[in-house]
């Protein structure tokens, strides 16, 4: 699931089920003796409270989660934490008690019904065995067998709910695919009219992709989805030298202050084009930052240390690699070898020096990369001819 859209699922989930819950037994508890039935108004003991006092301890560690963008964790730790107290609430209450089992907020009903919202199996299956477990379990310590048939009934609803997950995830993955597809088209036609001005920097914007899709893989911080986002980020990260004049952009001398300075507007251009496509907000920060130095003397914003967002600093190595391995109009490309030395080089001061630890282990694979890459073959048989 798309990272924006899980997070507006996940607090509507939030949202209602609160509302449900609180709703139902005040009802249940409340109203429904009191009005109807004319029965013994309350809660089936003090414990109960212990739910509501963990459902509302659990607020601020869920909006910390949330802050932390860590959105796929607040589903697991909000079921499991309500699971497992209702579970413990259940066996305070009803165990060596004469009590009529009465749990089973409609809520739980909810739960299973919402399923396939997320679009996750894993989730699924966790909500799934855990209320039949709960239910299953509680009719083996109650002995009571119209408990045990709760749990066939949760078995039912979640039969239901995976037919819709299933289809669901179906009908994303053809939306995904669609999408894609389209943005990728989008992309490279970006790219090769960015090329046309400056036939130099070809392939360049796919080496820096891969470069630093292989070193965010290193590091294991991103799902299949922002590694996704990431990777068209990076294949944009220069969009911006698109309004560069061709005399600045393809200049083999040196550039005056004044021309540097135009060359040093592109990552602000680029990013303010594409701030507004969707699927790349959370990646922006690669076009906008890749130039920053972690010494604070970098551009455009002269962002230093960890104030330079981290997919920026892997975006910043991968640029600077490929810059130094790839000829351009005022000089020849360098061998990996020289352009490894000089990341080591500039660790602490151009780089992130544990994003530069992390940039030695990954080094023969980009090493690989760059050696199977179609662009260095054509380039060396134009050597030949010359």
């Not at 109650?142 to 949760?154: C, D, N, R, T």
């Not at 036939?199 to 292989?214: C, D, F, W």
């Amino acid at each position: 699931m798309i990272p924006q859209e899980e997070q507006r699922a996940v607090k509507w989930f939030l949202l209602l089920f609160y509302i449900i819950l609180l709703g139902y037994d005040f009802f249940y508890y409340y109203l429904f003796p009191k009005y109807i039935v004319k029965g013994k108004i309350g809660l089936p003991s003090n414990y109960w409270y212990l739910i509501y006092i963990v459902l509302f301890m659990l607020i601020p560690i869920l909006l910390y989660l949330n802050k932390a963008n860590k959105i796929s964790w607040i589903k697991y730790v909000f079921i499991v934490s309500y699971m497992l107290t209702v579970f413990i609430v259940d066996i305070l209450t009803y165990y060596g008690s004469k009590l009529r089992y009465t749990n089973g907020n409609v809520v739980e009903v909810f739960l299973i019904l919402s399923l396939p919202l997320f679009l996750n199996k894993r989730y699924f299956w966790i909500v799934s065995i855990g209320l039949f477990s709960k239910y299953f379990l509680m009719g083996i310590i109650l002995k009571s067998s119209i408990v045990i048939l709760a749990s066939i009934f949760i078995v039912i609803l979640s039969i239901i709910s995976f037919y819709l997950l299933v289809r669901f995830q179906v009908y994303v993955r053809a939306i995904s695919t669609s999408y894609d597809n389209q943005m990728k088209g989008i992309v490279k036609g970006v790219i090769a009219t960015l090329e046309l001005k400056d036939p130099y920097t070809k392939g360049h914007s796919e080496r820096v992709a891969n470069y630093a899709l292989l070193l965010a893989k290193q590091l294991g911080i991103l799902s299949k989805d922002e590694q996704k986002t990431f990777y068209y980020a990076c294949l944009l990260h220069d969009i911006g030298k698109v309004h560069i004049p061709d005399q600045i952009l393809m200049k083999p001398g040196k550039l005056t202050n004044e021309e540097f300075e135009i060359i040093k507007s592109h990552p602000v251009v680029g990013a303010n084009a594409v701030k507004d496509v969707e699927g790349l907000s959370n990646s922006i920060c690669v076009i906008r930052s890749h130039h920053e130095r972690w010494d604070g003397l970098g551009y455009p914003d002269r962002l230093a240390g960890v104030d330079i967002p981290l997919l920026a600093r892997i975006s910043a190595i991968a640029d600077a690699f490929d810059a130094m391995t790839s000829s351009r109009s005022y000089r020849a490309a360098m061998s990996v070898e020289e352009a490894y030395k000089r990341i080591l080089e500039g660790k602490g001061s151009q780089f992130d020096p544990n994003l530069v630890e992390e940039f030695k282990k990954v080094f023969p694979s980009w090493v690989n990369f760059h050696k199977s890459y179609p662009w260095v073959k054509n380039i060396e048989k134009k050597k030949e001819v010359l």
